[in-house]
């Protein structure tokens, strides 16, 4: 009761009390009160509509969702089985893997352009940045749990001659789910970063062109509301993944 009601609630006024006496010395930085005021109807209204911009923030919410589940899904679609090939053949991850490593640290901000040239869309270039970006945490994951399979476990289905198929499904898979699931989690985070970045700079409905459109319109309130849900979302997201992540296990 105390750790998971108690501390929390104790934690959020420490942050909310922190938060008001920076906002008496920062003239710009609006406090919570005034934060709650400007944009209480964003929340109370999450799903009106008054412009392709001016949106409740559940809808905007909704748009990014949708957009960085899209990525998310071909990024786990490209990476899952990426990863396995890494960790099960020495000759592909010699092959690919400096080409993994040279093309991980590339940021999103250089995505976008490349993906707006070949797809003349900001919706497609947004997914595919998304998987780009998205993909790497599950590549590496995997892969490093493939390789830390225990050799007594190889050797165990070798003994028992079975099929390289059944060797996958039965020895490998299940001994590299915590990284997989690893791996997944990671890049959730990741996908859910770059969809604000993504919609910041393609000025397109969701919760990082909202943001960037109310820094432009000078609303600090509505930067702070937007700030608030990406952090709510990226939390949800991180435990929904993780339940997920337990009833695998536990299945």
Not at 28 to 56: C, H, I
Not at 102 to 117: C, D, Q, T
Not at 121 to 148: D, H, Q, Y
Not at 164 to 192: D, E, H, N, Q
């Amino acid at each position: 009761m105390i750790r998971k009601i108690v501390l929390p609630a104790f934690g959020l006024a420490v942050v909310l009390v922190v938060w008001t006496v920076i906002s008496q010395a920062v003239a710009d930085l609006p406090s919570p009160a005034k934060t709650w005021t400007e944009s209480r109807r964003y929340v109370l209204e999450p799903f009106f509509k008054d412009g392709e911009m001016n949106q409740g923030i559940g809808r905007l919410a909704f748009y990014s969702l949708v957009r960085v589940g899209k990525g998310f899904a071909l990024a786990l679609l490209l990476g899952t089985p990426i990863g396995f090939l890494l960790g099960l053949s020495r000759t592909f991850h010699a092959s690919f893997d400096p080409i993994v490593q040279f093309l991980r640290p590339i940021s999103p901000l250089a995505w976008l352009p490349l993906g707006l040239v070949i797809f003349q869309k900001s919706e497609p270039a947004a997914v595919f940045t998304i998987a780009l970006c998205a993909m790497w945490p599950t590549v590496i994951n995997t892969a490093v749990g493939v390789r830390s399979i225990s050799q007594d476990y190889l050797n165990v289905g070798r003994v028992l001659k079975l099929s390289r198929w059944k060797m996958l499904t039965k020895i490998v898979v299940p001994a590299t789910i915590p990284y997989v699931f690893t791996g997944y989690r990671l890049s959730l985070g990741l996908a859910w970063l770059v969809i604000v970045a993504s919609e910041m700079l393609t000025g397109t409905p969701g919760v990082g062109g909202f943001l960037w459109q109310e820094y432009n319109s000078v609303v600090y309130s509505h930067i702070i509301l937007s700030v608030i849900t990406i952090g709510v979302i990226g939390l949800l997201l991180g435990r929904r993944m993780g339940v997920i992540e337990a009833r695998v296990k536990a299945g």
